[in-house]
Protein backbone atom coordinates (compact mmCIF):
# COMPACT_ATOMS: atom_id res chain seq x y z
CA UNK A 1 0.00 0.00 0.00
CA UNK A 2 1.11 3.40 -0.26
CA UNK A 3 3.18 5.36 2.41
CA UNK A 4 0.67 8.13 2.49
CA UNK A 5 -2.51 7.29 2.09
CA UNK A 6 -5.44 9.79 2.88
CA UNK A 7 -8.50 9.73 5.26
CA UNK A 8 -10.61 8.04 3.18
CA UNK A 9 -8.04 5.12 2.19
CA UNK A 10 -7.63 4.41 5.68
CA UNK A 11 -11.56 4.38 6.44
CA UNK A 12 -11.84 2.08 3.95
CA UNK A 13 -8.75 -0.62 5.16
CA UNK A 14 -10.55 -0.48 8.22
CA UNK A 15 -13.95 -1.58 6.46
CA UNK A 16 -12.37 -4.28 4.91
CA UNK A 17 -10.66 -5.00 8.06
CA UNK A 18 -13.80 -5.58 9.47
CA UNK A 19 -15.41 -7.85 6.47
CA UNK A 20 -12.73 -10.30 6.58
CA UNK A 21 -12.65 -10.13 10.15
CA UNK A 22 -16.28 -10.53 10.10
CA UNK A 23 -15.78 -13.68 7.96
CA UNK A 24 -13.19 -15.35 9.49
CA UNK A 25 -15.95 -15.41 12.64
CA UNK A 26 -18.28 -17.12 10.40
CA UNK A 27 -16.21 -19.47 9.26
CA UNK A 28 -15.86 -21.03 12.49
CA UNK A 29 -19.48 -21.88 12.84
CA UNK A 30 -20.15 -23.71 9.63
CA UNK A 31 -20.86 -26.85 9.32
CA UNK A 32 -18.62 -27.92 7.13
CA UNK A 33 -15.48 -30.45 6.56
CA UNK A 34 -12.35 -28.97 8.04
CA UNK A 35 -10.74 -29.54 4.66
CA UNK A 36 -13.31 -27.35 3.15
CA UNK A 37 -13.22 -24.52 6.02
CA UNK A 38 -8.99 -24.43 5.65
CA UNK A 39 -9.59 -24.08 1.97
CA UNK A 40 -12.01 -21.15 2.90
CA UNK A 41 -9.36 -19.72 5.30
CA UNK A 42 -6.49 -19.72 2.87
CA UNK A 43 -8.82 -17.63 0.28
CA UNK A 44 -9.43 -15.48 3.14
CA UNK A 45 -6.00 -15.14 3.72
CA UNK A 46 -5.15 -14.36 -0.06
CA UNK A 47 -7.73 -11.07 0.00
CA UNK A 48 -6.16 -10.16 3.92
CA UNK A 49 -2.86 -10.33 1.88
CA UNK A 50 -3.48 -8.51 -0.83
CA UNK A 51 -6.18 -5.68 -0.24
CA UNK A 52 -4.76 -4.76 3.32
CA UNK A 53 -0.94 -6.21 3.97
CA UNK A 54 0.91 -4.97 0.38
CA UNK A 55 4.55 -3.74 0.94
CA UNK A 56 6.93 -2.41 -1.55
CA UNK A 57 8.04 -5.22 -3.19
CA UNK A 58 11.66 -5.34 -2.98
CA UNK A 59 14.57 -6.26 -5.74
CA UNK A 60 18.69 -6.37 -5.78
CA UNK A 61 20.20 -5.47 -9.48
CA UNK A 62 23.67 -6.86 -8.99
CA UNK A 63 26.31 -7.15 -12.30
CA UNK A 64 29.47 -5.56 -13.78
CA UNK A 65 30.17 -1.84 -13.61
CA UNK A 66 27.86 -0.89 -17.65
CA UNK A 67 25.84 -3.86 -17.40
CA UNK A 68 22.84 -1.38 -17.09
CA UNK A 69 21.62 -1.88 -13.62
CA UNK A 70 20.54 2.04 -13.07
CA UNK A 71 19.00 1.68 -16.95
CA UNK A 72 16.82 -1.35 -15.94
CA UNK A 73 16.09 0.47 -12.94
CA UNK A 74 14.39 3.52 -15.32
CA UNK A 75 13.06 0.67 -17.56
CA UNK A 76 11.16 -0.80 -15.17
CA UNK A 77 9.47 2.91 -14.04
CA UNK A 78 9.31 3.92 -17.55
CA UNK A 79 10.93 7.38 -15.98
CA UNK A 80 14.11 8.85 -14.80
CA UNK A 81 14.35 7.46 -11.45
CA UNK A 82 18.16 6.51 -10.89
CA UNK A 83 21.11 8.52 -12.58
CA UNK A 84 23.51 6.69 -15.76
CA UNK A 85 27.33 6.36 -15.19
CA UNK A 86 28.35 6.75 -18.87
CA UNK A 87 31.30 6.75 -18.38
CA UNK A 88 32.59 5.69 -14.92
CA UNK A 89 30.67 3.99 -12.54
CA UNK A 90 27.77 6.28 -11.12
CA UNK A 91 26.36 4.29 -8.15
CA UNK A 92 28.39 4.28 -4.94
CA UNK A 93 27.47 2.47 -2.00
CA UNK A 94 25.07 -0.03 -2.45
CA UNK A 95 21.69 1.35 -0.80
CA UNK A 96 17.60 0.16 -1.30
CA UNK A 97 16.47 3.07 -3.73
CA UNK A 98 12.51 3.57 -2.92
CA UNK A 99 11.06 5.00 -5.97
CA UNK A 100 7.47 6.40 -5.14
CA UNK A 101 4.58 7.75 -6.89
CA UNK A 102 0.89 7.89 -6.10
CA UNK A 103 0.58 4.70 -7.23
CA UNK A 104 3.03 3.00 -4.01
CA UNK A 105 7.13 2.54 -3.98
CA UNK A 106 9.20 -0.45 -4.73
CA UNK A 107 12.77 -0.91 -3.06
CA UNK A 108 15.58 -1.65 -5.38
CA UNK A 109 18.68 -2.27 -4.40
CA UNK A 110 21.18 -0.51 -7.05
CA UNK A 111 24.43 -1.54 -6.43
CA UNK A 112 28.19 -0.85 -7.19
CA UNK A 113 29.63 -2.84 -10.02
CA UNK A 114 31.35 -5.57 -9.33
CA UNK A 115 35.40 -5.97 -10.71
CA UNK A 116 34.58 -2.21 -11.43
CA UNK A 117 37.81 -0.40 -12.29
CA UNK A 118 37.09 3.19 -11.13
CA UNK A 119 36.03 5.09 -8.06
CA UNK A 120 32.34 5.25 -8.32
CA UNK A 121 30.74 8.95 -8.57
CA UNK A 122 29.01 8.32 -4.95
CA UNK A 123 31.24 8.28 -2.38
CA UNK A 124 31.17 4.64 -0.89
CA UNK A 125 33.25 3.71 2.25
CA UNK A 126 33.25 -0.08 1.55
CA UNK A 127 36.97 -0.55 0.38
CA UNK A 128 35.23 -3.25 -2.23
CA UNK A 129 32.12 -3.10 -4.22
CA UNK A 130 30.83 -6.75 -2.69
CA UNK A 131 31.42 -5.23 0.27
CA UNK A 132 29.25 -2.68 -0.23
CA UNK A 133 26.38 -4.87 -1.52
CA UNK A 134 26.89 -7.37 1.50
CA UNK A 135 25.60 -4.97 3.96
CA UNK A 136 22.54 -3.67 2.43
CA UNK A 137 21.68 -6.84 2.10
CA UNK A 138 21.83 -7.73 6.07
CA UNK A 139 19.69 -5.38 6.60
CA UNK A 140 16.73 -6.21 4.10
CA UNK A 141 16.32 -9.63 2.25
CA UNK A 142 15.29 -8.71 -1.64
CA UNK A 143 12.31 -11.12 -2.81
CA UNK A 144 14.19 -11.61 -6.24
CA UNK A 145 18.30 -11.08 -7.47
CA UNK A 146 18.47 -9.54 -10.85
CA UNK A 147 21.74 -10.91 -12.25
CA UNK A 148 22.88 -8.67 -15.01
CA UNK A 149 25.58 -9.40 -17.85
CA UNK A 150 25.88 -7.00 -20.79
CA UNK A 151 25.57 -8.84 -24.05
CA UNK A 152 29.10 -8.24 -25.58
CA UNK A 153 30.22 -9.31 -22.26
CA UNK A 154 29.14 -12.51 -21.57
CA UNK A 155 31.68 -14.68 -21.94
CA UNK A 156 34.17 -12.15 -20.44
CA UNK A 157 35.14 -12.52 -17.05
CA UNK A 158 31.60 -14.32 -16.13
CA UNK A 159 33.32 -17.11 -13.69
CA UNK A 160 34.39 -14.17 -11.51
CA UNK A 161 31.14 -12.78 -11.54
CA UNK A 162 29.23 -15.82 -10.65
CA UNK A 163 31.37 -16.23 -7.85
CA UNK A 164 30.89 -12.64 -6.48
CA UNK A 165 26.84 -14.27 -6.46
CA UNK A 166 27.39 -17.13 -5.05
CA UNK A 167 28.87 -15.04 -1.78
CA UNK A 168 25.69 -12.90 -1.78
CA UNK A 169 23.70 -16.03 -1.93
CA UNK A 170 25.57 -17.13 0.84
CA UNK A 171 25.46 -14.20 3.13
CA UNK A 172 21.52 -13.51 2.10
CA UNK A 173 20.91 -17.30 3.76
CA UNK A 174 23.55 -16.82 6.64
CA UNK A 175 21.19 -13.94 7.67
CA UNK A 176 17.92 -14.27 6.76
CA UNK A 177 17.25 -18.12 6.15
CA UNK A 178 16.19 -17.70 2.40
CA UNK A 179 17.33 -17.72 -0.91
CA UNK A 180 15.52 -15.91 -3.35
CA UNK A 181 14.56 -16.42 -7.41
CA UNK A 182 17.55 -15.16 -9.58
CA UNK A 183 16.87 -13.91 -12.73
CA UNK A 184 19.51 -13.56 -14.95
CA UNK A 185 19.78 -10.51 -17.75
CA UNK A 186 21.13 -10.42 -20.33
CA UNK A 187 21.25 -6.22 -21.63
CA UNK A 188 22.20 -4.25 -24.17
CA UNK A 189 20.70 -6.63 -26.37
CA UNK A 190 20.30 -3.82 -28.92
CA UNK A 191 23.63 -3.35 -29.78
CA UNK A 192 24.16 -6.67 -31.44
CA UNK A 193 25.23 -7.39 -34.95
CA UNK A 194 23.56 -6.28 -36.56
CA UNK A 195 23.98 -3.12 -34.39
CA UNK A 196 21.14 -0.80 -36.40
CA UNK A 197 18.37 -3.14 -36.54
CA UNK A 198 15.85 -2.18 -33.66
CA UNK A 199 14.11 -5.14 -32.13
CA UNK A 200 11.53 -3.18 -30.00
CA UNK A 201 10.31 -2.02 -33.97
CA UNK A 202 10.91 -5.81 -35.23
CA UNK A 203 7.85 -5.29 -37.49
CA UNK A 204 9.68 -2.20 -39.37
CA UNK A 205 13.04 -4.27 -40.14
CA UNK A 206 13.86 -6.55 -42.51
CA UNK A 207 13.00 -10.17 -41.32
CA UNK A 208 16.82 -11.53 -41.98
CA UNK A 209 18.32 -8.80 -40.16
CA UNK A 210 15.66 -9.62 -37.43
CA UNK A 211 16.29 -13.24 -37.37
CA UNK A 212 20.48 -12.87 -37.21
CA UNK A 213 20.02 -10.43 -34.74
CA UNK A 214 17.65 -12.83 -32.66
CA UNK A 215 19.87 -16.04 -33.17
CA UNK A 216 22.76 -13.83 -31.49
CA UNK A 217 20.74 -13.15 -28.37
CA UNK A 218 19.76 -16.42 -28.21
CA UNK A 219 23.40 -17.53 -28.20
CA UNK A 220 24.12 -15.08 -25.20
CA UNK A 221 21.07 -16.44 -23.47
CA UNK A 222 22.07 -19.76 -23.55
CA UNK A 223 25.91 -19.17 -22.75
CA UNK A 224 24.62 -17.16 -19.89
CA UNK A 225 22.21 -20.05 -18.75
CA UNK A 226 24.75 -22.91 -19.36
CA UNK A 227 27.36 -21.17 -17.07
CA UNK A 228 24.90 -20.21 -13.90
CA UNK A 229 23.37 -24.11 -14.04
CA UNK A 230 26.94 -25.19 -13.99
CA UNK A 231 27.36 -24.07 -10.57
CA UNK A 232 25.75 -26.08 -8.18
CA UNK A 233 24.48 -22.99 -5.45
CA UNK A 234 23.19 -21.08 -7.92
CA UNK A 235 21.41 -23.45 -10.66
CA UNK A 236 18.02 -24.89 -8.38
CA UNK A 237 17.50 -20.73 -8.17
CA UNK A 238 17.62 -19.89 -11.74
CA UNK A 239 13.94 -19.12 -12.99
CA UNK A 240 14.81 -17.03 -16.07
CA UNK A 241 17.40 -15.97 -18.30
CA UNK A 242 16.50 -13.51 -21.20
CA UNK A 243 18.58 -11.23 -23.26
CA UNK A 244 16.62 -7.49 -23.48
CA UNK A 245 17.55 -3.43 -24.12
CA UNK A 246 16.40 -1.23 -21.10
CA UNK A 247 17.78 1.88 -23.25
CA UNK A 248 15.70 5.30 -22.57
CA UNK A 249 16.89 8.61 -23.52
CA UNK A 250 16.16 11.66 -20.94
CA UNK A 251 17.08 15.32 -21.31
CA UNK A 252 17.69 17.09 -18.36
CA UNK A 253 14.48 18.30 -17.51
CA UNK A 254 12.94 14.33 -17.15
CA UNK A 255 11.39 14.20 -20.52
CA UNK A 256 11.88 11.13 -22.13
CA UNK A 257 13.75 11.51 -25.31
CA UNK A 258 13.73 7.77 -27.00
CA UNK A 259 12.64 4.59 -25.63
CA UNK A 260 13.74 1.72 -27.09
CA UNK A 261 12.96 -0.96 -24.55
CA UNK A 262 12.24 -4.45 -25.53
CA UNK A 263 10.73 -7.23 -23.39
CA UNK A 264 10.79 -5.01 -20.43
CA UNK A 265 7.32 -6.37 -20.57
CA UNK A 266 8.34 -10.23 -19.76
CA UNK A 267 10.61 -9.06 -17.31
CA UNK A 268 7.75 -7.17 -15.34
CA UNK A 269 5.41 -10.53 -15.66
CA UNK A 270 8.65 -12.55 -14.48
CA UNK A 271 8.78 -11.01 -11.35
CA UNK A 272 5.23 -10.59 -10.27
CA UNK A 273 4.95 -14.32 -11.31
CA UNK A 274 8.03 -15.00 -7.97
CA UNK A 275 7.36 -12.63 -5.88
CA UNK A 276 5.49 -12.71 -2.25
CA UNK A 277 1.52 -12.63 -2.82
CA UNK A 278 2.38 -9.27 -0.58
CA UNK A 279 4.43 -7.39 -2.95
CA UNK A 280 2.17 -7.99 -6.05
CA UNK A 281 -0.37 -5.46 -6.13
CA UNK A 282 1.96 -2.74 -5.50
CA UNK A 283 4.14 -3.68 -8.25
CA UNK A 284 0.90 -4.02 -10.32
CA UNK A 285 -0.21 -1.07 -9.62
CA UNK A 286 3.53 0.49 -10.70
CA UNK A 287 4.30 -1.24 -13.87
CA UNK A 288 0.75 -0.39 -15.09
CA UNK A 289 0.62 -3.97 -17.06
CA UNK A 290 -3.18 -4.53 -17.61
CA UNK A 291 -2.23 -8.81 -18.02
CA UNK A 292 -1.00 -8.84 -14.84
CA UNK A 293 -3.52 -6.10 -13.41
CA UNK A 294 -6.58 -8.53 -14.82
CA UNK A 295 -4.47 -11.94 -13.44
CA UNK A 296 -4.76 -10.48 -9.66
CA UNK A 297 -8.37 -8.83 -10.21
CA UNK A 298 -9.14 -12.68 -11.40
CA UNK A 299 -7.35 -14.34 -8.70
CA UNK A 300 -9.23 -11.45 -6.27
CA UNK A 301 -12.75 -12.13 -7.88
CA UNK A 302 -12.70 -15.94 -7.14
CA UNK A 303 -11.49 -16.51 -3.87
CA UNK A 304 -13.82 -13.76 -2.98
CA UNK A 305 -17.03 -15.91 -5.02
CA UNK A 306 -15.67 -19.07 -3.36
CA UNK A 307 -16.22 -17.12 0.37
CA UNK A 308 -19.15 -15.75 -0.08
CA UNK A 309 -20.29 -19.05 -0.94
CA UNK A 310 -19.03 -20.67 1.92
CA UNK A 311 -20.58 -17.92 3.86
CA UNK A 312 -24.22 -18.65 2.09
CA UNK A 313 -23.87 -22.15 3.78
CA UNK A 314 -24.73 -19.81 7.34
CA UNK A 315 -28.27 -22.17 8.08
CA UNK A 316 -29.78 -19.14 8.74
CA UNK A 317 -31.96 -17.60 6.20
CA UNK A 318 -31.14 -14.00 4.67
CA UNK A 319 -28.49 -14.00 7.24
CA UNK A 320 -25.50 -14.16 4.44
CA UNK A 321 -26.94 -11.09 3.02
CA UNK A 322 -24.88 -8.52 4.89
CA UNK A 323 -21.19 -10.04 5.09
CA UNK A 324 -21.66 -11.41 1.21
CA UNK A 325 -22.90 -7.82 0.09
CA UNK A 326 -19.80 -6.30 2.22
CA UNK A 327 -17.56 -8.61 0.70
CA UNK A 328 -18.12 -7.53 -3.19
CA UNK A 329 -17.97 -3.93 -2.20
CA UNK A 330 -14.67 -4.90 -0.86
CA UNK A 331 -13.80 -6.59 -4.31
CA UNK A 332 -15.01 -3.80 -6.05
CA UNK A 333 -12.86 -1.49 -4.17
CA UNK A 334 -9.38 -3.76 -4.54
CA UNK A 335 -9.94 -4.05 -8.21
CA UNK A 336 -10.38 -0.18 -8.28
CA UNK A 337 -6.79 -0.20 -6.15
CA UNK A 338 -4.94 -2.36 -8.41
CA UNK A 339 -5.77 -0.14 -11.18
CA UNK A 340 -4.20 2.59 -9.47
CA UNK A 341 -6.97 4.50 -7.72
CA UNK A 342 -7.31 5.08 -4.34
CA UNK A 343 -8.78 2.31 -2.33
CA UNK A 344 -12.13 4.13 -2.13
CA UNK A 345 -15.40 2.48 -0.17
CA UNK A 346 -17.55 5.55 -1.81
CA UNK A 347 -16.27 5.46 -5.27
CA UNK A 348 -17.31 1.48 -5.01
CA UNK A 349 -20.44 2.04 -3.54
CA UNK A 350 -21.07 4.96 -6.65
CA UNK A 351 -20.07 1.94 -8.97
CA UNK A 352 -22.41 -0.41 -7.61
CA UNK A 353 -25.05 1.97 -7.31
CA UNK A 354 -24.52 3.31 -11.24
CA UNK A 355 -24.62 -0.13 -12.47
CA UNK A 356 -28.72 -0.12 -11.65
CA UNK A 357 -30.99 -2.02 -9.33
CA UNK A 358 -30.97 -4.88 -11.07
CA UNK A 359 -27.43 -5.50 -11.16
CA UNK A 360 -26.64 -4.83 -7.90
CA UNK A 361 -25.43 -8.28 -6.01
CA UNK A 362 -27.29 -7.41 -2.90
CA UNK A 363 -30.78 -7.54 -4.81
CA UNK A 364 -29.66 -10.08 -7.21
CA UNK A 365 -29.44 -12.54 -3.68
CA UNK A 366 -32.61 -11.49 -2.70
CA UNK A 367 -34.50 -11.89 -6.06
CA UNK A 368 -33.31 -15.23 -5.85
CA UNK A 369 -33.88 -16.03 -2.34
CA UNK A 370 -37.77 -14.95 -2.33
CA UNK A 371 -38.09 -17.28 -5.93
CA UNK A 372 -36.30 -19.60 -3.98
CA UNK A 373 -38.51 -19.67 -0.77
CA UNK A 374 -41.14 -20.12 -2.66
CA UNK A 375 -40.40 -23.41 -3.78
CA UNK A 376 -38.02 -25.15 -0.70
CA UNK A 377 -37.95 -25.11 2.92
CA UNK A 378 -36.85 -21.92 4.60
CA UNK A 379 -34.56 -23.97 6.42
CA UNK A 380 -32.70 -24.76 3.02
CA UNK A 381 -32.26 -21.19 1.47
CA UNK A 382 -29.17 -19.94 2.56
CA UNK A 383 -27.73 -23.31 1.47
CA UNK A 384 -29.49 -23.12 -2.01
CA UNK A 385 -28.12 -19.65 -2.28
CA UNK A 386 -24.58 -20.19 -2.42
CA UNK A 387 -24.37 -20.76 -6.30
CA UNK A 388 -26.59 -17.35 -6.57
CA UNK A 389 -23.34 -15.82 -4.20
CA UNK A 390 -21.04 -17.13 -6.40
CA UNK A 391 -22.16 -16.41 -9.65
CA UNK A 392 -23.18 -12.84 -8.40
CA UNK A 393 -19.69 -12.54 -7.44
CA UNK A 394 -18.11 -13.55 -10.29
CA UNK A 395 -20.42 -11.18 -11.75
CA UNK A 396 -19.53 -8.20 -9.92
CA UNK A 397 -15.50 -8.68 -10.31
CA UNK A 398 -16.15 -8.71 -14.07
CA UNK A 399 -17.50 -5.86 -14.27
CA UNK A 400 -15.39 -4.15 -12.18
CA UNK A 401 -12.51 -5.42 -14.08
CA UNK A 402 -14.25 -4.12 -17.18
CA UNK A 403 -14.72 -0.44 -15.70
CA UNK A 404 -11.60 0.22 -13.55
CA UNK A 405 -9.27 -1.66 -15.17
CA UNK A 406 -10.28 -1.91 -19.18
CA UNK A 407 -11.59 1.72 -19.06
CA UNK A 408 -15.38 0.67 -20.58
CA UNK A 409 -18.18 2.17 -20.03
CA UNK A 410 -21.07 1.90 -16.95
CA UNK A 411 -22.98 0.23 -19.61
CA UNK A 412 -19.93 -2.11 -20.72
CA UNK A 413 -19.89 -3.02 -17.18
CA UNK A 414 -23.27 -4.60 -16.97
CA UNK A 415 -23.08 -6.37 -20.03
CA UNK A 416 -19.71 -7.88 -18.26
CA UNK A 417 -21.92 -8.23 -15.07
CA UNK A 418 -24.41 -9.83 -17.52
CA UNK A 419 -22.18 -12.08 -19.38
CA UNK A 420 -20.05 -13.47 -16.19
CA UNK A 421 -23.34 -14.36 -14.41
CA UNK A 422 -24.39 -16.57 -17.16
CA UNK A 423 -21.31 -18.29 -17.41
CA UNK A 424 -20.62 -18.56 -13.51
CA UNK A 425 -23.75 -20.38 -12.82
CA UNK A 426 -22.88 -23.90 -13.59
CA UNK A 427 -19.59 -23.67 -11.95
CA UNK A 428 -21.65 -22.12 -9.01
CA UNK A 429 -23.46 -25.02 -9.01
CA UNK A 430 -20.47 -27.55 -8.72
CA UNK A 431 -18.91 -25.25 -5.92
CA UNK A 432 -22.73 -25.44 -3.86
CA UNK A 433 -22.20 -29.24 -4.79
CA UNK A 434 -19.07 -29.24 -2.90
CA UNK A 435 -20.24 -27.03 0.32
CA UNK A 436 -23.07 -29.41 0.31
CA UNK A 437 -20.69 -31.97 0.39
CA UNK A 438 -18.61 -30.65 3.07
CA UNK A 439 -22.22 -29.99 5.78
CA UNK A 440 -21.99 -34.00 5.12
CA UNK A 441 -18.41 -34.55 5.98
CA UNK A 442 -16.81 -35.53 3.15
CA UNK A 443 -13.52 -33.30 2.17
CA UNK A 444 -13.99 -31.00 -1.18
CA UNK A 445 -11.93 -32.44 -3.86
CA UNK A 446 -8.38 -31.43 -5.07
CA UNK A 447 -8.28 -28.06 -6.55
CA UNK A 448 -5.35 -25.65 -8.09
CA UNK A 449 -7.39 -22.76 -7.14
CA UNK A 450 -5.89 -19.73 -5.55
Known amino acids: MPDRETEDEAKMRKVIAENIRRVEEMLQ ?47 LFGAKVAEVGHVKSQTGQGKWFDYRSERGAISVLDTRGIQEGSTPAEDDPAKDAVASILGPLRRKVPDVILFLVKATEADSGIDADLAVLERIYAEIEREHRFRPPLVAIATHCDVLEPKGTRLHLASAEPREDVDEKLARVSEVEHHLETKIKARGKLAPH ?131 FRALMKVVA ?73
Open 238 to 368: LVWTRGLSSYMSFRESGELRGDERWRVDELVGTLFKHMPDAGRGTFVRIARVRGLQEQLATDLTRATAVICTGVAAVPIPVADLFPITAMQMSLVAGIAWLSGRPLDKKAAAEFLGAMGANVGAAVVLREG
Open 29 to 75: FLPLHPETVKDLRAKVGLLRTILLEQRAPAFALVGRRGAGKSSLVNA
Open 378 to 450: PGLGSMISGAIAFAGTMAVGAAARQYFLRGGSIEDARRAFADAKASSEEEGKRQEDEVRRGMNGAPPPPTGDA
